[in-house]
């Protein structure tokens, strides 16, 4: 090692991949030694939106990369502690020259995590030089020509670059300057029953659903026993980035033919909706917190912890809403529709604040993007004043998208033994009915904690008339129409 030595750092976060990673073709092309680098940050360990389920899926998906990048005699660094720590220790080692990422659409701790650190670059004579990450811009002052900008971005050609030893500090080096740090055990259960992480793990979920599963797409999207099969489950590979949106995009339209046409244009349309709601994220950074919508802040609810308690365990008295909260606290995943009909029960049945649910959502969303999960809360809240309010029913959607009740009995096994009827709706069984099953409502499964249909009376009252406030109504039409910079964006290219 000679401290004279200037190299580049490629900070790894998001972006968990080899392949079509901008920053690994900038790190290249500055022609210095690189050092992979990911930081597992003790502030973001301790942050109430994550949980080990996605701290275990980043340490395979280093793993992972560690295998291939094996093969160049080098490896990623995995420190735990905080960023500006990581990078004094090792200008201990190296002088650093340049500073390669991707922009990061994230949490308010990460935004002021950023500021913090481009000061500190500032400070020592570090440039760092961040690009674009799947399409989404920084600094738009309005969305009018995205989803073209995006579209010119998703038919443009893969990054190709050719890794090479020569590139990187090699494996032994790194082991010595581990010597300075607490290193990041990558170990994790392998029994676990969580997707696993990685670029090899993210190709083969993409061989089978698009040379075979991809087949039922539209017509088991909404359903959620058939939806784990028949959908992409490429969402926490997106996510943590093992692999970019525009290898998904190109792999889709590789096997696009007049036969599946529909089925993947929906797929790439979805795609397309992913990045939208991010870039909807960047531009609105206020909506982690508060509705987007300011004439909704004036909207009072009153919590109930015993309310919450029962929805965060699946003990509700509703079925459909019990199997899917049950499904996702064990399996980190639910089909879209599922979430949203967890969000809309949350939110408008039990008539509490989305900010209480953002937490337990997150740690359990294995696929958990700040970009997608804020949007997602306020629109199934119906706060955002820009879309329809939509109230899901349970038992409607529990009739049409599990009319055989398999995903109820699958994750709510004690009403496993009733008739399917009586599955759907426990509650209208007479005591007869009870004893004949040798079933009791209120020891065996909840009554229902409130009375649903009063409950949905009162949310859709209220929500319509709150639509008719003038301060709404401007509000509306501020973020149809303008869509302004925000702080976060200003702050960050300013300072």
Known sequence: MNINEEINIIWLKRDLRLQDNEAILNALNAGKRTLFLYVFEKSLL????????????????????NKDLAKFDTKVLCVTTEVVTAFNQILNYYKIDTVFSHQETGLLITYKRDKDFKRYCRNNSIKWKENNNNGVLRGLL??????EKWDDYMYQPLFEYQLSNENFLSIETIKKIENAFFVTNLQTDQNSVFQKGGTEMAWKYAA???????KNYMSHISKPALARESCSRLSPYIAWG?????????????????????????????????????????MEHTMEEASVNKGYHKLKKSISETYQKAWKEGQTGFPLVDASMRCLNETGYLNFRMR??????????????WQDATHHLSQQFLDFEPGIHFPQLQMQASETGTNTIRIYSPLKNSMEHDADAKFIKKWVPELAKLSTGFIHEPYLMTPLDQQFANFELGVDYPKPIVDIKISRKKASDILYNMRKDPEVIMETKRILEKHTLSDRNRMLNNE
């Not at 089978?208 to 991809?214: I, S």
């Not at 949203?340 to 604040?353: D, E, G, K, N, Y």
């Open 46 to 65: 301790e942050d109430e939106h994550y949980a080990e389920r996605h701290w275990d899926f980043i340490k395979q998906s280093i793993v992972d990369l």
């Open 142 to 147: 309005n969305r009018e020509d995205w989803f």
């Open 208 to 214: 089978t659903f698009f040379e075979k599963r991809h």
């Open 242 to 282: 093992n692999v970019s949106i525009r290898q998904i995009f190109h792999t889709a339209l590789e096997h696009r033919t007049e036969a599946n046409k529909k089925d993947l244009s929906a797929f790439v349309s979805r795609l397309r909706w992913q990045a939208h709601f991010v870039q909807k994220f960047e």
């Open 340 to 353: 949203a009909m967890l969000v809309s029960f949350f939110t408008h049945i039990l008539w509490q604040p």
